[in-house]
């Protein structure tokens, strides 16, 4: 049985008082509901913050990207050594939002895939299709796409124990979410083709849905056999909004 994991994706929202008045809620919120794993990934600035809010709870935290490389002269950048230095245990790596505004390759995101594991950290690999490639009906064959470039580089072996997120482009802060079906469907072609290549990895790799997830379409998910838990964008900045998801998890 893979426990059920809810991911909060702040994005570049916050700043310190709003996010102690947040964390705080969250803390009082979140803590009772010990048969899900809740992780909230903050901006870079804000790790330190969440380290100390958040370090004898049972909610964990991270970041948001990483470098693809281990030190050097990387002007802007910041190490997987570094978050793990802030206590951080998560990384989103190839969010859309980043992926399209800021270029960044399937091969590098692969790298920072790999890189993000051999620091210790869970990378949180976000894949998912446009909408006009799911009108097209080639949304299999795009994520397969994504999920190649880490496999043809590193064997499929490196998704066991790791996070992959469903995040359809045209999901994300549109309102309007994947139906469970149309989301069940895309998770268990991950799976399978995980599955053809490492049985093992593909049972214990989680796969969440994001896009629009909230309170009321939540449970609808995450009954789902092959949705693990949710990466929550704008619901999880309002606590209340966020428990409900992670109410609809237990
Ligand atoms: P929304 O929940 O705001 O649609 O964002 C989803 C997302 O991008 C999570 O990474």
């Given at each position: 049985m893979r426990q059920k994991l809810i991911i909060a994706n702040w994005k570049m929202h916050g700043n310190l008082a709003r996010n102690k008045k947040l964390l705080e809620a969250y803390v009082e919120k979140l803590t009772p509901l010990n048969s899900v794993n809740i992780v909230v990934c903050v901006p870079y600035p804000y790790l330190a913050q969440a380290q100390a809010m958040?370090?004898?709870?049972d909610i964990a935290w991270g970041a948001q990207n990483l470098s693809k490389d281990a030190e050097g002269a990387f002007t802007g950048e910041v190490s997987a050594a570094m978050l793990k230095d802030f206590g951080a245990s998560y990384v989103i790596i190839g969010h859309s939002e980043r992926a399209t505004a800021y270029c960044e390759s399937d091969e590098n995101i692969a790298i920072k895939f790999k890189q993000a594991q051999t620091q210790g950290l869970t990378p949180i690999l976000c894949v998912g299709e446009t909408l006009i490639e799911r009108e097209a009906g080639v949304m299999q064959m795009v994520v397969a796409k994504q999920l190649d470039a880490i496999i043809n580089l590193?064997?499929?072996?490196?998704?066991?124990?790791a996070v992959i997120s469903y995040e359809p482009i045209w999901a994300i802060g549109t309102g309007l979410a994947a139906s469970a079906e149309q989301a069940q469907s895309m998770h268990k072609f991950i799976r399978n083709r995980i599955a053809s290549l490492d049985e093992v990895a593909a049972a214990s790799l989680k796969i969440l849905y994001g896009g629009s997830v909230n309170p009321q379409n939540a449970v609808q998910l995450l009954v789902m056999q092959d949705i693990d838990g949710g990466l929550i964008?704008?619901?999880?900045?309002n606590a209340q909004e966020f428990e409900g998801i992670c109410r609809a998890a237990t």
């Open positions: 958040l370090q004898n709870t590193f064997g499929a072996a490196v998704f066991a124990n964008g704008k619901c999880s900045l």
